[in-house]
């Protein structure tokens, strides 16, 4: 079985109009899912490998990985254990826009 990482994944499901359109009006909640796809990818292990080590069920992990819930930070935190990470939790700034100068 081959292995696909967590970017050639993304510019495949990219090329498809409403993943990039759900993409873009949730970049966190995809941020998180291609963070997770990601440890899972650098880890080699399949949802189901991922699952036993979190003692859940691979539907679970899929869940999970698909970017659609809010998990609690213990879940991740099991997640990221079963993937040989740690869970790190930080805060950036928002980038500002430039304000506009009024035209006389």
Do not use: C
């Not at 993304?10 to 970049?27: D, F, I, T, V």
């Not at 990221?80 to 100068?101: N, S």
């Amino acid at each position: 079985m081959k292995t696909i990482t967590a970017d050639e994944l993304h510019r495949k499901w990219m090329k498809s109009p409403e993943y990039r359109r759900e993409y873009e009006a949730l970049p966190e909640e995809f941020a998180l899912a291609t963070a997770l796809l990601a440890a899972r990818g650098q880890a080699g292990l399949t949802q189901s490998q991922v699952a036993r080590r979190m003692k859940t069920t691979q539907t679970a992990v899929a869940r999970l990985e698909g970017g659609r819930l809010n998990p609690s930070t213990r879940t991740l935190a099991r997640y990221a254990q079963a993937t040989g990470h740690r869970l790190v939790i930080g805060f950036e700034p928002i980038e500002k826009k430039p304000k506009r100068t009024k035209r006389a």
